[in-house]
């Protein structure tokens, strides 16, 4: 019964090959099922032309967006906690970028082409200059915007209502302005302190965000090691250089075969 059934199972795979090339990119196992849809189903595109004759390499989405996946870690002293790198056993990385201090025009159609969503951490001084041009990014594009202060102060060892100020203020600013109350906060420079801390629960925030690893002049930077590990939360900023920073991410990915996803949907503060 078994040698039957495996002559079948070779025939019917000659047949198929015979009728319907296999799709590029396709699984080859697959073929004997998927014969009757394989003519009219596309293979997503891996790469689409992108500005001034790049490539932008394409992610699809491992699940469905805007899920909660996993829950942001609790404070170890009731304050929000400081979140590093993501714990997870998906091969995912999270890419954020921040300021807001140069709007280049290519931002949106890169993060819609690549199917990635990166968290946008903003400081009120860059997005008064253009708030359409943040929202736009926003409602296009999919994408969060968080706290980054409103003025990029060096926040250590500044009074409780110095930072309180720079930091809720900063969160009333975004939210009157993008419709939707930030959850996460990232210190310009990546300095803070107790008060910080104390100031930004104070605020509201779920997280503090660190990063792990770094985007500039077009190359990505590691703090340790020669490549993206899962988890990594990633850092680039809105320069000049945004094209070549964003590919070079996108391509670090591929290369290490990590898939960006939103930051939000594994600190549980996606918003509907
Ligand atoms: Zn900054």
């Known amino acids: 019964m078994r040698r039957i059934g495996v002559a079948v199972a070779a025939a019917l795979a000659i047949v198929t090959a015979a009728c319907a090339p296999e ?30 004759g790049t490539t932008v390499p394409v992610f699809q989405h ?21 979140v590093r790198r993501i714990e997870t056993d998906k091969p995912y990385v999270f890419i954020t970028i921040d300021d807001g201090a140069v709007r280049h025009p290519a931002a949106l159609e890169l993060m ?14 860059h997005v008064q200059d253009d708030p359409a041009y943040f929202k736009a990014l926003q409602d296009r594009a999919d994408v ?23 930091i809720c203020g900063n969160a009333d600013y975004l939210e009157q302005q993008m419709g939707a109350r930030p ?13 910080t801390r104390r100031a930004a629960t104070d605020c509201g925030f779920s997280a503090l965000v660190m990063w792990t690893a770094a985007v500039n002049d077009g190359v990505v930077q590691f703090q340790a090691g020669g490549k993206l590990n899962r988890g990594d939360v990633v850092l680039m900023h809105f320069r000049h250089t945004f094209v ?20 939000e949907d594994h600190l549980s503060v996606t918003q509907p």
């Open 23 to 52: 799709p590029v990119g396709q699984p080859s196992g697959a073929t004997a099922t998927t014969t009757t849809t394989a003519v009219t189903t596309t293979t997503p595109p891996t790469a689409v032309p992108g500005p001034g």
């Open 244 to 263: 070549e920073d964003f590919l070079a991410f996108l391509e670090r990915c591929k290369q290490d075969g990590l898939t960006p996803v939103p930051l």
């Open 62 to 82: 491992p699940y469905r967006y805007g899920t909660a996946q996993a829950k942001a870690p609790a404070g170890p002293d009731g304050l929000l906690p400081v």
């Open 183 to 195: 959850k996460l906060f990232r210190p310009p420079f990546g300095n803070y302190d107790a008060t």
């Open 112 to 125: 819609r082409s690549s199917n990635v969503r990166p968290s946008l951490f903003l400081n009120t001084k």
């Open 144 to 166: 969060q915007v968080h706290a980054h202060t409103a003025n990029h102060p060096n926040l250590q060892g500044k009074s409780y209502d110095f930072q309180r100020q720079e």
